[in-house]
């Protein structure tokens, strides 16, 4: 068996009140020590019952530090008790009774094994050592044995010395290890207070922002209401969710996320009162709680300046991020009489703000409610839609200003339900970017078209660019490339004839991951636009570093520009900015002949719109094009331009 070391602790207690094997080392070589000296203090007077008393204690002394080696501490220290007991209660009996100086070692041996030994042991020592003392006085009294009281000598006054001497040192390692384990306690006490107040703030507070989390929102809602029921005054739940965090988290990495929602919770902190509460409910929600308000008036102040303090840019890893946000606002009592009603309005009203173009602010109204049933209608209907093959792909055709020639054709989904009819794009396409399933009519709308132009390729009508509309959810999965390049190798086409269009939101986080995803895709050969530019945070830097060739001017430029001069000077703008970029401009929302004559002025590439035709059936965009120019011999090269027709 292997011997324990000097240091193994002997029983459980963590706190060092427990006998170790290094203390009673130490005790049992003081106590060789004091019994050696009385040993000899013994033989010198010729005392030779006391020498051999003496003698036995050293011999059992040694057997209990043998014990105490090999990590008996127990045992050892029983041994040791014992020992001591009967050589203190022999010299007693031999030398002086009551008088003799041995008596005074009872307290210090009573102390030690009060501290280290059992109960049993510790009465045992006790009633042996009255039963001693009283067989001694007994003794003395009844004549069979005499106690001599000497008159006092050196040797007593070693021995005394020699018993204080040890008791003393035992008292000492004793208190030492007893004041060490009380520094320990109020150590242990003070962190445990310490992890206790932790464990506290953490059920109550976010941690990375320290604004109190759902938990403490809730407590505080409840306690604003039933005041606000006491007094009769109102209360605004204001629910916000931040537009574009998914793609700074995405695209910057989740340390500049978190860096984000830190300076945006230390934003909505600055604007409102510090009696009202901020609160972060989780990922990129918030939920500020506005008591004693005087009605929707103060409500829309606190919004505006909320949306004021979003607006500002905000430096993120040495990037200038915007973050705006949506919000939704419920009114206690107007909007709910309870917290669930009211947190539920609140989230109704942020959606609502949300569909309605984000950085916005929406107050509850009752209506909102059938708007949401119609949202979990439509969930359940794109995923119908999409098993039984509801949707179908339309193609706009995309003209050549300078030329008229039909260069290629965007193509642009369409749905219409089995029950309700059409329903537009504009209106599905962002309940499937919040449920995911933008994911599966993506990877749909790639196939579809890529099909669609292997289709047309076969029968002559090559060379058509046709522009697929890629959602930034889709662009939050790894996969898209490989979509991508599956979806071209499947149906043998070249690359150059799938153009990628992205929204401008997209790249406005400008992540280094993003323009190497790019520039892959752009390396296969697949073509990059930007599509609805303008209407985003039109950033000039950001371009330059994507490897995109076209920029799509929104419609909402482009329709009226002959009657806009604002507009007329943005599409200008755009169009000269473009071109400084060596990029291609593609205007979307061409109308009539004025536009597109003012385009070509302002030496506008490409276009599209309801002048020449709105986003057709396959077969009917086939016809529409073979109408205009029968398959040229070299069509099959993409990017070229295909067929001839005329301006209008
Ligand atoms: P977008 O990509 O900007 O598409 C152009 C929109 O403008 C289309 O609306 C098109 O029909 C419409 N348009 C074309 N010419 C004219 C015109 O002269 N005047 C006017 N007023 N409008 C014109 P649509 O088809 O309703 O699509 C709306 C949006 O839905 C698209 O805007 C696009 O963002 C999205 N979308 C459509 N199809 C898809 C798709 O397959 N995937 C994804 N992710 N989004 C799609
Ligand atoms: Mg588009
Ligand atoms: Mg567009």
Known sequence: MAKPSMNTHTTDLHLGLALQPRRLHQVLLALI????????????????????MLGVALLSLALAFHFNRRGQVARAA?????????????????????????????????????MFSSRPVFIGLLLAMVAMLVGVVGADLSGWHASAVEPNSWGQLVNVVSILAVTAFFVWLLASDLRRAMARLQAEKIRLQESHARIEFLAHRDALTNLPNRTLARDRLSQILSNARRSGSMVAVLFLDLDNFKTVNDSLGHGAGDQLLCLVAERLMASVRETDTVSRQGGDEFLILLGSVEGEESATRVATKIMEQLAQPLWVNGLEVVATGSLGIAMFPRDGADEDSLLKNADMAMYRAKDAGRNAFRFFDAEMNSSVVEHLHLTAGIRT???????????????????GRIVGAEALIRWNHPTLGFIPPGKFIPVAERNGLINDIGSWVLDTACRQTKTWQDRGLGGLVIAVNVSPVQF?????????????????????????????SLLVADSVHLSAVL??????????????????????????????ERLKIDQSFVRDMTQNPHNDGIVRAIIEMAHCLQLEVVAEGVEDQATLERLQTLGCEFGQGYLWSPALPPDEFAAYVQARQPAEPGAGRPGKGAILVPNS
């Open 385 to 403: 839609a999409l098993t039984n093959g509801e949707f179908r792909l339309h193609y706009q055709p995309q003209f050549e200003l300078a030329t």
């Open 78 to 114: 029983s041994v040791m008790l014992l020992t001591l007991t009967v050589v203190m209660g022999g010299l007693v009996f031999l030398s002086q009774g009551l008088h003799d100086e041995a008596v005074i070692a009872f307290p210090g041996l009573l102390i030690f094994a009060s």
């Open 476 to 504: 939050r999965r790894d996969d898209i490339e490989r979509e991508v390049a599956t979806a071209i190798e499947t149906c043998a086409i070249n690359p150059a004839c799938i153009e990628l269009e992205l929204t401008e």
């Open 519 to 548: 520039a892959r895709l752009s390396g296969m050969g697949v073509k990059l636009a930007i599509d609805d530019f303008g209407t985003g945070y039109s950033n000039l830097g950001y371009l330059k570093r994507f490897a995109v």
């Open 33 to 52: 020590a004091a019994i050696a000296v009385g040993l000899t203090i013994a033989l010198s007077k010729q005392g030779w019952a006391a020498a051999a």
